[in-house]
């Protein structure tokens, strides 16, 4: 059972834009930087945010996160099949003195 | 940025220990927090340890601690991960990283399969 909760799964159409939840608590989300990965199974993770919100050189603007508070969030727009992913937020916790990934969300493209 | 390639990964018996290998090529290695992060077989991606490019304390995540240790040489841009007592939930495919600011991993090495069997 993590420390940072994402549903299991979510899905979108093309051209749809989908959200994935992160919830936390203040010994993580709410004091320290959130970082978004996505990872298609069989392949290396890739860093899609950092920082919070910041997206790395050569990720599409389709991309997008925020966080408030315990909670942070990974927007994509303009949902294309390609999309279909895992996708994990991590944080670093303070309590638990490690880095934190949530337990992925699976994204389908229907 | 560096270029991560991981090596090492192999059966191995339960209670067993193993040593994995990452050589990073780049000219930043001495300065970069190098991490291992590992997916076992239809589960999420877990962080297991880090190490500062200064070589001071590590970090390690509790399942691993005790049992693993993350150490490198940064003449030859290498880092590694000693696993000994090995039981049958590290079985997983293990990613070396480089950690930047905010704890963020990036790039990944390309992984390597550990299996521990009972």
């Known amino acids: 059972q993590s420390v940072l909760t994402q549903p299991p799964s979510t899905s979108g159409t093309p051209g749809q834009r989908v959200t994935i939840s992160c919830s936390g608590s203040?010994?993580?989300?709410?004091?320290?930087?959130v970082n978004w990965y996505q990872h298609f199974p069989g392949t290396t993770p890739k860093l899609l945010i950092h920082?919070?919100?910041e997206r790395p050189s050569g990720v599409s603007d389709r991309f997008s996160a925020s966080k408030s508070g315990t909670s942070a969030s990974l927007a994509i727009s303009g949902l294309q099949s390609e999309d279909e992913a895992d996708y994990y937020c991590?944080?670093?916790?303070?309590?638990?003195?490690?880095?934190?990934f949530g337990g992925g969300t699976k994204l389908t493209v229907l | 940025e560096l270029r991560l390639v991981e090596s090492g990964g192999d059966l191995v018996q339960r209670g067993g220990s193993l040593r994995l290998s990452c050589a990073a090529s780049?000219?930043?290695?001495?300065?970069?927090?190098m991490s291992w992060v590992r997916q076992a077989p239809g589960k999420g991606l877990e962080w297991i340890a880090s190490?500062?490019?200064?070589?001071?304390?590590?970090f390690y995540a509790d399942s691993v601690k005790g049992r693993f240790t993350i150490s490198r040489d940064n003449p030859k841009n290498m880092v590694y991960l000693q696993m000994n007592s090995l039981r049958a939930d590290d079985t997983a495919v293990y990613y070396c990283?480089?950690?930047?600011?905010?704890?963020?991993?990036?790039?990944w090495g390309q992984g390597t399969l550990v299996t521990v069997s009972s």
């Open positions: 990283a480089t950690t930047n600011y905010g704890q963020s991993f990036d790039p």
């Open positions: 780049g000219s930043t290695f001495s300065r970069s927090t």
């Open positions: 190490l500062s490019g200064r070589g001071g304390d590590p």
């Open positions: 203040s010994s993580n989300i709410e004091n320290n930087r």
């Open positions: 920082t919070d919100s």
């Open positions: 991590a944080v670093w916790d303070d309590s638990l003195h490690s880095v934190m």
